[in-house]
């Protein structure tokens, strides 16, 4: 369920683990529901576990120059939270990962992870590839934003996220692509 979502979002082939695999990886996790404009983790705290968002989605941000928040990924559902840097990476987080929606989330703690990686050694590298998977989107991220209008990027999100999008705030899309509110305004008024 968990691990079968997730190897679809990377386009990764079921095939790669077994059915009793996937069952245990599965049964490594603890499932918990997070309302609206719940925080998983904030800005400055150290990540106990590592979340999958299994249905729902959540944002990530910080507050800018001017002590506004800046929205600078979106961790859908399918994938898991970019609180996992904190986590992986045992250091205190540079920003927050909030829900956007009601959200049903699956969690792990670092024994689990280590305890999975010994029972099904060959994950390792099926999750180092999906790592390398989501930096190249990360990089991507950075490029379009250099290479596209705020309006053909704003068509790419379309087109990547879908009706998901409608459960995203406007300001936090329009703080994403890096315009005003009134200016998202204006590009859905052309688009539409």
């Known amino acids: 369920m968990i691990l ?10 079921t095939s790669l683990v077994t059915s009793k695999e996937a069952e245990l990886f599965d049964n490594s996790f603890e499932k918990i529901l997070v309302k609206r404009n719940g925080f998983l ?15 729902g989605i959540a944002r990530c941000w910080t507050l800018n120059d001017k002590s506004e928040e800046q929205t600078f990924w979106f ?3 399918g994938t898991f939270s970019m609180s996992n840097i904190s986590f992986t990476l045992k ?3 540079d920003f927050n990962v909030q829900t956007l929606v009601d959200s049903i989330i699956y969690r792990i703690d ?36 250099i ?26 899309i329009a703080s994403y692509l890096g315009i005003t509110p009134q200016a998202l305004s204006r590009i859905r008024k052309r688009v539409f």
């Open 91 to 93: 250091k205190k987080s």
């Open 110 to 145: 670092k024994d689990s992870v280590i305890q999975i990686y010994e029972e099904i050694p060959h994950l390792k590298a099926i999750f180092d590839d999906m790592t390398a998977i989501l930096l190249s989107r990360i990089l991507k991220r950075n490029i379009d934003l």
């Open 147 to 172: 290479k596209y209008s705020p309006e053909q990027y704003y068509l790419l999100l379309m087109a990547e996220y879908g009706s998901v999008l409608n459960f995203i705030p406007l300001k936090d």
């Open 41 to 55: 983790i904030r800005e400055g705290e150290l990540e106990k576990y590592s979340y999958f968002i299994f249905d």
């Open 4 to 13: 079968e979502k997730l190897f679809k979002e990377f386009d990764v082939d």
């Open 75 to 77: 961790c859908k559902e």
